[in-house]
């Protein structure tokens, strides 16, 4: 095998980080949803974390996995909503066959179609607004106040006037200090 055929394919790095990214997320959320859990005194508050924790990670595992499979066999973008509820028709399916037989299967296989397909179009409605704001965050825009604000930001010549008057008056309070010491 040449050096050639070891290098990824075009997209499946980001297929990968797709995945993983996602699962990791779900992993969070669901120990967040153990923290608040109704059984945590019953079972334990670590227990019932790492349990929702580890059941959220595998479910969007699964569904993430089946949606880039699909995207790769029909050849179409990471946006593609179509994608989604093919994957989550699939993996709810195997899922709900493990889970619950024939019947679970079928109910599983719509509640995943409609959930994932549901949560991808947040996701994709709400990428660019995520985007515009760290963009703003990272040009220093997010702290402007109000005209009405009693707060004023000063510039170079306000700021070295309002310095000389605060060692005007500290020097005169060090001196009325000076003479009641004396």
């Known amino acids: 095998m040449s050096s050639a055929d070891s290098k990824p394919l075009e997209g499946e790095a980001s297929s ?9 997320v779900a ?9 608040v859990s109704k059984h945590r005194k ?6 019932i974390s790492a349990t929702y924790a580890t059941n959220f990670s595998i479910v969007t595992a699964c569904y993430c996995g089946a949606r880039e499979f699909v ?3 029909r050849k179409t973008g990471p946006d593609d909503l179509l994608n989604s509820a093919i994957a989550g028709f ?3 399916a195997v899922l709900g066959r493990l889970q619950g037989g024939q ?27 995520l985007l515009n704001f760290i963009e703003s965050q990272r040009k ?4 402007k106040l109000p005209e009405w604000s009693p707060i004023k930001v000063l510039d170079d010549e306000a700021l070295a006037a309002k ?13 009325k200090l000076n003479k009641e010491e004396s």
């Not at 019947?103 to 607004?129: C, E, M, N, Q, W």
């Open 42 to 47: 019953v079972h334990g508050l670590a227990n």
């Open 140 to 143: 220093g825009d997010w702290l």
């Open 90 to 92: 699939g993996s709810g």
């Open 16 to 24: 990968l980080s797709r995945i993983f990214v996602s699962t990791l």
């Open 27 to 35: 992993g969070i959320a669901g120990a967040g949803v153990g923290l």
């Open 71 to 73: 995207r790769a066999s």
């Open 103 to 129: 019947r679970g299967a079928l109910r599983y296989s719509f509640i995943f179609a409609v959930a994932g397909t549901t949560v991808d179009y947040a996701t994709l409605r709400l990428k660019p607004v």
């Open 163 to 175: 310095q000389a008057r605060e060692k005007q008056i500290y020097a005169q309070r060090l001196g």
